[in-house]
Nanobody, 126 residues
Framework: QVQLVDSGGGLVQAGGSLRLSCAVS????????MGWFRQAPGKERNFVAAITWLGHSQRYTESVKGRFTISRDNAKNTVYLQMNNLQPEDTTVYYC???????????????????WGQGTQVTVSS
């Protein structure tokens, strides 16, 4: 059973930084494309970033390009999301996810990801 544990969220002022981590257990991280999504209360879960199994390809939603960086350490079974220049509109719950069906292609629909972390809250004050 693959399990994902998100961590690293918190409260930060606008312009600040946070690094989210996603630890994977019960599976081999290197087999999966990994992604980060975010979801506000009452709204759908939206794609933020993803990275292919060897890290050769990354993809970002437009609003975070140049500010967020996704990376992975397959030896540690961990995926990271470095978030810089955070803005109040980035405030929400962030989830990591594993796409076990694709290794070389990045999917952006939440329905394409089979396993999910529990979520970590990011709050950016103005």
């Amino acid at each position: 059973q693959v399990q994902l544990v998100d961590s690293g969220g918190g409260l930060v002022q606008a312009g600040g930084s946070l690094r989210l981590s996603c630890a994977v257990s019960g599976g081999t991280l290197s087999r999966y494309t990994m992604g980060w999504f975010r979801q506000a209360p009452g709204k759908e879960r939206n794609f933020v970033a993803a990275i292919t199994w060897l890290g050769h390809s990354q993809r970002y939603t437009e609003s975070v390009k140049g500010r967020f960086t996704i990376s992975r350490d397959n030896a540690k079974n961990t995926v990271y999301l470095q978030m810089n220049n955070l803005q109040p509109e980035d405030t929400t719950v962030y989830y990591c996810a594993a796409d076990v069906a694709r290794r070389f292609v990045i999917a952006t629909a939440s329905s394409d990801y089979a396993y999910w972390g529990q979520g970590t809250q990011v709050t950016v004050s103005s």
